[in-house]
């Protein structure tokens, strides 16, 4: 990982950058500085609007896609593999304006991945979020079910 990636802060700079999140309008807001949690917008624009007006379900889900994976990682420490496994969105409600997204991450959560990869097993663990409209209401539902283990020989 390069030294830019290896903070939070520079890891929201980069996507900053990145092209999928700016051409898509996606903004990450925050990301704690122990990984904890993050924070992600969505404005609605020209590029990234369906045929009804409303948001891209692909900009949705992509504005939810790295954000476990990146925070477990981080939190775990490079003796961890962490793979994204499976994903799904359930539409809700149609998303019209700016959305927002969080994502947090326990200790206890942490732990309980240590413990289940500590004898060198897998870990396939879920996590959910939800992108939220400025009202409140929920425009989906994402959940991630990630893959951890322990490095071999570690």
């Known amino acids: 990982m390069s030294n830019l990636l290896a903070t939070p802060r520079g890891l929201r700079r980069a996507l900053a950058w990145w092209p999928p999140y700016?051409?898509?309008?996606?903004?990450?807001?925050?990301i704690a500085d122990d990984w904890s949690s993050a924070r992600v917008?969505?404005?609605?624009?020209?590029?990234?609007?369906n045929y009804f007006g409303t948001h891209f379900g692909g900009s949705l889900y992509s504005m939810s896609d790295p954000f476990w994976v990146l925070l477990l990682v981080n939190r775990l420490g490079g003796d961890y593999l962490v793979w994204d496994k499976?994903?799904?969105?359930?539409?809700?409600?149609?998303?019209r304006g700016v959305v927002h997204t969080e994502f947090t991450i326990a200790e206890d959560q942490v732990?309980?991945?240590?413990?289940?990869?500590?004898?060198?097993?897998?870990?396939l663990?879920?996590?959910e979020s939800t992108v939220t409209a400025a009202d409140g209401s929920v425009?989906?539902?994402v959940r991630k079910q990630l893959y951890v283990r322990r490095k071999r020989g570690r």
Request: one cysteine or more; hydrophobic letters at 40%; glycine letters at 10%.
């Open 41 to 49: 917008r969505l404005r609605l624009g020209r590029l990234n609007r």
């Open 86 to 95: 499976t994903g799904e969105i359930e539409f809700v409600s149609p998303g």
């Open 125 to 127: 663990p879920w996590f």
């Open 111 to 123: 732990e309980e991945i240590r413990a289940a990869t500590a004898d060198g097993s897998k870990a």
């Open 139 to 141: 425009v989906a539902r």
């Open 22 to 30: 700016r051409c898509a309008g996606i903004k990450v807001v925050h």
